[in-house]
């Protein structure tokens, strides 16, 4: 079987593109992780999940492209893209996550707050029917 230097080289590209991909998926699990404050369990979790799906998505990459091959720069450009990724927009998608949990944890305190006060009186009025004090 012969091979063209243009399918090694659309071979890598594609390889570029998945190691984007990796990234994203990896993005999500931060996401998780800086949500339950990266507790041990969620970690492990989390690591064993993305390297499933990072082998995964290797291996029907080199089914698809290369005969089932893995190759060393399908590999190599698989982590070139979640490098570049990962030290570009890595650093901003980690400020704008943590800012976005914050501000959500934020808000949901000042709605239980405000739910808080809107229920304290009806329930107070209905402790007696809740409790079976009057009767």
Request: net charge positive; hydrophobic share 50%.
């Amino acid at each position: 079987m012969q091979y063209y230097s243009t399918e090694y080289s659309t071979v890598f590209l594609y390889s570029l593109l998945s190691g984007v991909i990796l990234y994203l998926i990896y993005a999500v699990f931060e996401f998780v992780r800086i949500f339950f404050k990266n507790s041990r369990a969620v970690c492990i979790t989390a690591d064993i999940l993305f390297m499933t799906v990072a082998s995964l998505v290797t291996f029907i990459l080199s089914l698809a492209l290369n005969n089932g091959r893995v190759r060393l720069f399908t590999c190599m450009g698989e982590l070139m893209g979640f490098f570049v990724m990962l030290f570009t927009v890595g650093r901003v998608t980690k400020r704008v996550f943590t800012y976005v949990l914050i501000k959500t944890k934020k808000m949901c305190c000042i709605i239980l707050k405000f739910f808080k006060k809107v229920t304290v009186k009806p329930l107070k009025k209905l402790q007696g029917l809740l409790y079976n004090k009057n009767g």
